[in-house]
Nanobody, 126 residues
């Protein structure tokens, strides 16, 4: 069974930093696409950053230059380093990995994300 578990959220002041972690277990295929999404109150879920099998990275315009996605394959972990945080970054952040169709699968960024974590809250105060 695939499990996706995020951690590292919290409350910080504007200009601060946080690092989110996402540990994935139970995936039997190698190098799936992994990504971070976020959903703010009253808004739709949006992609934040993704890392592809070839090492390529994608960032939303709103976070490019401030956030960095990385992964440690040995630890089956993907990270999101968030610097220069802004109140607009306040949201629940979700980790997602490429996976098969299913009730929770979402097509986004050109990939079918079949597995999702429960989310971790990030709150940035001004």
């Amino acid at each position: 069974q695939v499990q996706v578990v995020e951690s590292g959220g919290g409350a910080v002041e504007a200009g601060g930093s946080l690092r989110l972690s996402c540990v994935v277990s139970g995936v039997t295929y190698t190098r799936p696409v992994m990504a971070w999404f976020r959903q703010a109150p009253g808004k739709e879920r949006e992609g934040v950053a993704a890392i592809y099998a070839n090492g390529g990275r994608w960032y939303a315009d709103s976070v490019r230059g401030r956030f960095t996605i990385s992964q440690d394959n040995a630890k089956n972990t993907v990270y999101l380093q968030m610097n220069s945080l802004e109140p607009e970054d306040t949201a629940v952040y979700y980790c997602a990995i490429e996976g098969p169709p299913g009730p929770t699968a979402v097509q986004a960024l050109g990939v079918l994300f079949g597995y999702w974590g429960q989310g971790t809250q990030v709150t940035v105060s001004s």
